[in-house]
């Protein structure tokens, strides 16, 4: 795995902005615990499939 930040940094930025490897990642790491997720990670979760859908 390459060098991935950790939430609070990517946070801060756009998805747009985010790695290939950081949005398959936490993609896998929210769709394993999708079922505990509040509205704010579902939203989080939501707009990461849309960044990778969008890239393609």
Same mark, same amino acid.
């Given at each position: 795995?390459?060098?991935?930040?950790?939430?609070?940094? !990517?946070?801060?930025?756009?998805?747009?902005?985010?790695?290939?490897?950081?949005?398959?990642?936490?993609?896998?790491?929210?769709?394993?615990?999708?079922?505990? !997720?509040?509205?704010?990670? !579902?939203? =989080?979760?939501?707009? =990461?499939?849309?960044?990778?859908?969008?890239?393609?």
């Amino acid at each position: 795995m390459e060098n991935i930040r950790d939430m609070t940094q !990517l946070s801060m930025i756009s998805k747009t902005e985010w790695t290939d490897e950081e949005l398959s990642h936490f993609h896998q790491s929210l769709q394993q615990i999708a079922p505990y !997720l509040n509205s704010e990670g !579902l939203t =989080i979760h939501r707009e =990461i499939v849309e960044e990778i859908t969008h890239r393609g």
